[in-house]
T-cell receptor
Framework: EAGVTQSPTHLIKTRGQQATLRCSPISGHTSVYWYQQALGLGLQFLLWYDEGEERNRGNFPPRFSGRQFPNYSSELNVNALELEDSALYLC???????????????FGQGTRLTVV | SQQGEEDPQALSIQEGENATMNCSYKTSINNLQWYRQNSGRGLVHLILIRSNEREKHSGRLRVTLDTSKKSSSLLITASRAADTASYFCATATPRAQKLVFGQGTRLTINP
């Protein structure tokens, strides 16, 4: 069974540009989470999508946005890139339940975004 | 603010020794989970302990949860070089609808 896949693995962008990161969840999972991990730091919650809807959002500016497609894959868009957006962006998926965080999350290998 | 805080931030031990990492959190939780991250890549789920459980085992891993003290510990017995990684606790709270991660403990196993 394929795990969570993210693309691209690495992405280099110039300040002010836009970045698009993609995530495919494990088959059967309908929930997708996005996290940002700056170098040497913990994970900061960005977004949660479930059944195509944005369910929760972390403390990030509106230039961080995303969507979930009918096949449950997801896209994270970061507009007007700033140097401090350089980080590892991790996507995770899980089964949706009435109380969503009752099950483990499966993470992809991440996209390392570098803004120069 | 971070819900979970790991202690210590870094731990270095000899192969074969036991490693203990602690996690403290602030509010009521549904469950607490431990994850491992190798070399800044994806996280691997290790174990989930629910708020009504006190201890869980998985192979060489033992997790305890003390809800009265709002703390958890992860014990890795008979450590191996392959256990070298960062370990994170993550808490799931009734209202937050998200996993909140701590800053992690960087574990180094010396051969």
């Amino acid at each position: 069974e394929a795990g969570v896949t993210q693309s691209p693995t690495h992405l280099i962008k110039t300040r002010g540009q836009q970045a698009t990161l993609r995530c495919s969840p494990i088959s059967g999972h309908t929930s997708v989470y996005w996290y940002q991990q700056a170098l040497g730091l913990g994970l900061q919650f960005l977004l949660w999508y479930d059944e195509g809807e944005e369910r929760n959002r972390g403390n990030f500016p509106p230039r961080f946005s995303g969507r979930q497609f009918p096949n449950y894959s997801s896209e994270l868009n970061v507009n007007a890139l700033e140097l401090e957006d350089s980080a590892l962006y991790l996507c995770a998926s899980s089964f949706t339940t009435a109380n969503i965080v009752n099950t483990e999350a499966f993470f992809g290998q991440g996209t390392r975004l570098t803004v120069v | 603010s971070q819900q979970g805080e790991e202690d210590p931030q870094a731990l270095s031990i000899q192969e074969g020794e036991n490693a203990t990492m602690n996690c403290s959190y602030k509010t009521s939780i549904n469950n607490l989970q431990w994850y491992r991250q190798n070399s800044g890549r994806g996280l691997v789920h290790l174990i989930l302990i629910r708020s009504n459980e006190r201890e869980k085992h998985s192979g060489r891993l033992r997790v305890t949860l003390d809800t009265s003290k709002k703390s958890s510990s992860l014990l890795i017995t008979a450590s191996r070089a392959a256990d070298t990684a960062s370990y994170f606790c993550a808490t799931a709270t009734p209202r937050a609808q998200k996993l909140v991660f701590g800053q992690g403990t960087r574990l180094t196993i010396n051969p």
